[in-house]
């Protein structure tokens, strides 16, 4: 039997703690540890706006983001119709997973060591975040993940992942990010 003292820890939480903690106190002179930004959750999004032609597209949505995040989705359903869209109030158009603690820290290694490398002509992230050190990016298809198998991959779908930090600005949440890995560019 393992105890929470001898189960391993997840490697970018490793990194975070050994790595990132330090460089970041040096950088911005933190007086007191509880202050140094940390990340606080990652939310997966993946909009599916096409489900209200072809109901089948949710749940492969569903399917899909349940591999790759190793967690069940919450499907999200339209707060307003939309005749244009040929979209009524309640329809399912959505699923996302909100990720915290170790699943967090697991999923946040995988995509930074294994998907991010593996999209098409990579030049590195835009630095841009949201104003209060959150990062939102996109990703055109669900297939960088190695979790997902091709040939059962019925439609290609994008995602959104935000990481949720507890920066104060977005300079501290930029320095966070950078020194936790993801490639952002020059």
Avoid: C
Wanted: no cysteine.
């Amino acid at each position: 039997m393992t105890t929470p003292a001898t189960k391993s820890l997840p490697r970018r939480l490793q990194i975070y703690r050994e790595k990132v903690v330090p460089a970041l106190q040096k950088e911005f002179g933190y007086p007191n540890p509880m202050m140094i930004p940390r990340l606080q959750k990652i939310v997966v999004n993946m909009g599916v706006g096409k489900a209200v032609e072809n109901k089948n597209r949710i749940e492969s949505a569903n399917r899909d983001l349940t591999a790759i995040t190793g967690q069940k989705p919450m499907i999200r359903k339209a707060k307003v119709a939309v005749s244009g869209f040929k979209l009524r109030e309640g329809y399912p158009i959505g699923v996302a997973v909100t990720l915290r603690g170790a699943r967090m820290w697991e999923f946040a290694d995988r995509l930074i060591s294994l998907a991010v490398p593996r999209i098409r002509d990579f030049r590195g992230l835009p630095n841009k975040l949201d104003g209060r050190g959150n990062y939102t990016m996109g990703l055109s298809e669900q297939s960088v993940f190695p979790e997902i198998q091709l040939d059962k991959v019925e439609f290609v779908q994008g995602m959104d992942i935000t990481f949720v930090t507890s920066a104060p600005t977005d300079q501290e949440g930029l320095a966070l990010l950078t020194h936790l890995g993801l490639p952002f560019r020059k």
